[in-house]
């Protein structure tokens, strides 16, 4: 599978991005990089590039997810990730994620509910961006959750962002 997402790379759990400070308890953590052709763009117009164009078949995945985790009271809200606007501050939403953290080469967004605490970091760095999520997982039912949707997660980050580099968004 790795041929398809050539110029994405799989990194160690990165150290040097904000989500580092907010591991708790049982975690899930990945990070990928990928080449950055434009550097003027900000981390938040970076987010945008990324996760304003999900394929459509995301999106239905997304709703079918809802259906099923509000039956284990996760909380449901935006099928997707896309951002409101290419220029995003803290406390404005993208997707189902709250901004809470912006700095010249990071952004941080996250949600949360009574199973787990969700974060997503657009790090720009040099001529890469690294895209990091953070899971911290607070019950049971949260850990099951995130191993049953690793592999759909491993498919569509690839793709978003595999997408946002072939139409040179970045």
Known sequence: ???L???IQTLDEPKQDKLADKVEGHYFR???SMPLNNPSLSPSQLQHAIFAHMPSWVSKLMRIRNRIVKLFGFEVGADNLTPSSDELAIGDKAGFLTVIE???DEIISYAEDKHMIFYISVL????????STLVN???LIG???VNSILPFHYIIA???MNNALKAKRL
């Open 30 to 32: 990945d990070a990928l």
């Open 102 to 104: 912006k700095t010249q």
């Open 158 to 160: 690839r793709t978003v």
């Open 1 to 3: 599978m790795a041929w």
């Open 5 to 7: 997402f050539s110029n």
């Open 137 to 139: 997982q607070k019950t």
């Open 124 to 131: 720009k760095q040099a001529d890469q961006v690294i895209v």
């Open 143 to 145: 850990r099951l959750y």
